[in-house]
T-cell receptor
Framework: GAVVSQHPSRVICKSGTSVKIECRSL??????MFWYRQFPKQSLMLMAT?????????EQGVEKDKFLINHASLTLSTLTVTSAHPEDSSFYIC??????????????FGPGTRLTVL | AQSVTQLGSHVSVSEGALVLLRCNYS??????LFWYVQYPNQGLQLLLK??????LVKGINGFEAEFKKSETSFHLTKPSAHMSDAAEYFC?????????FGAGTRLTVKP
C-alpha cells in the first residue's frame, strides 16, 4: 500500500513552454502533498506543501508564479512549470502524506520526474 | 525547527564490510526519524523509520538504526555490505508540517 505515482517520468521541452507534472496517490487519500526539487548530487529541497482544496504554501525563495501547484482532489496534485527555462531543469519529486496506518507525517514518495529544458 | 545532519558526504566500504552512515538530529519535540535510499534517477525508498516505539529499528535489506537520545543520533548500519547497496542515503526528520532531509551520503561498495 501507500503507492505514489508521477507522470511523466521524463520530459524534455523547449525554453518558454510550460510543463505539467502529475502526482497521484494510488491507494490512499492524501491529506497533504509535497513537491521537492533535487539538483544533481544534492539533497531534496522542499518547494511547496499543498492540501486538497487549498492554496499551496511555498517555501521561501520559490516563485509561486513560476511553479503552479494545484491540489484539486485527495489523490491528485499537479505541478506546472510555467515558461520553463534551462535553469528549471531538475529532478522533481512529489510525496504524499495521510495514508491510513502511517506514522505521524510520514510521507510516501513518487518516483520522480526528470525535466530537461532546452 | 527540526533538522538533521549527515556526517560524511561519501562513504566507501568493501563488499562484506560493515556499513555505518551517520545522522544527528536537532528537534525541540520528540522526533520521527527516517532513512531513505535513492538509486540514480529514482525516487526515495523508505529503509526504516523511528516513531518512538523502539530505539533499535530494523528495516529492509538488512539495515538497522538505533535512536540514541543522549547523543541525538540515528545512525544507519548494515553488518555486511553488498554491491547492490551502492546508492545515495538520506536521513530525514518529520516535523509538525513537513520533513527535512540531510544532505545525503553516497555509499560506494568496492568489490
Amino acid at each position: 500500500g501507500a503507492v505514489v505515482s508521477q507522470h511523466p517520468s521524463r520530459v524534455i521541452c523547449k525554453s518558454g513552454t510550460s510543463v505539467k507534472i502529475e502526482c497521484r496517490s494510488l491507494d490512499f487519500q492524501a491529506t497533504t502533498m509535497f513537491w521537492y526539487r533535487q539538483f544533481p548530487k544534492q539533497s531534496l529541497m522542499l518547494m511547496a506543501t499543498s492540501n486538497e482544496g487549498s492554496k499551496a504554501t511555498y517555501e521561501q525563495g520559490v516563485e509561486k508564479d513560476k511553479f503552479l501547484i494545484n491540489h484539486a482532489s485527495l489523490t491528485l496534485s499537479t505541478l506546472t512549470v510555467t515558461s520553463a527555462h534551462p535553469e528549471d531543469s531538475s529532478f522533481y519529486i512529489c510525496s504524499a502524506a495521510g495514508a491510513s496506518g502511517s506514522s505521524y507525517n510520514e510521507q510516501f514518495f513518487g518516483p520522480g520526474t526528470r525535466l530537461t529544458v532546452l | 525547527a527540526q533538522s538533521v545532519t549527515q556526517l560524511g558526504s561519501h562513504v566507501s566500504v568493501s563488499e562484506g564490510a560493515l556499513v555505518l552512515l551517520r545522522c544527528n538530529y536537532s528537534s525541540s519535540v520528540p522526533p520521527y526519524l527516517f532513512w531513505y535510499v535513492q538509486y540514480p534517477n529514482q525516487g526515495l525508498q523508505l529503509l526504516l523509520k523511528y516513531t518512538s516505539a523502539a530505539t533499535l529499528v530494523k528495516g529492509i535489506n538488512g539495515f538497522e538504526a538505533e535512536f540514541k537520545k543522549s547523543e541525538t543520533s540515528f545512525h544507519l548500519t548494515k553488518p555486511s555490505a553488498h554491491m547492490s547497496d551502492a546508492a545515495e542515503y538520506f536521513c530525514a526528520v518529520s516535523g509538525t508540517y513537513d520533513m527535512r532531509f540531510g544532505a545525503g551520503t553516497r555509499l560506494t561498495v568496492k568489490p
